[in-house]
């Protein structure tokens, strides 16, 4: 997977990403529950999450999906 920058976002204007970061998180999982895993529509927002958000939150967001316990909507 070739990572590269998520481009901007008019609504997260400021340099703390961690908004953005969250946010193209749960776009992918919300895409990939309406098209299907192997949907390649939702390729760009797992490029964008990839990029934004630190490895340790997405294996700790993996790991609250999983449980049930995700506080994020999906």
């Known amino acids: 997977v070739e ?11 400021t340099t703390n990403q961690t908004r953005h970061c969250f946010t193209r998180y749960i776009e992918f999982h919300r895409c990939v529950t309406a ?6 529509d939702c390729d760009k927002f ?3 999450y990839r990029s934004l958000c630190p490895g340790e939150w997405v294996e ?6 999983e ?3 995700f506080p994020g909507p999906l």
């Not at 990572?3 to 609504?11: E, G």
């Not at 098209?35 to 390649?40: I, T």
């Open 60 to 65: 700790k967001w993996n790991e609250q999906r």
């Open 3 to 13: 990572l590269k920058t998520a481009p901007a976002d008019f609504r997260f204007p």
């Open 35 to 40: 098209k299907g895993e192997d949907s390649g």
């Open 46 to 48: 797992a490029k964008y």
């Open 67 to 69: 449980s049930g316990i």
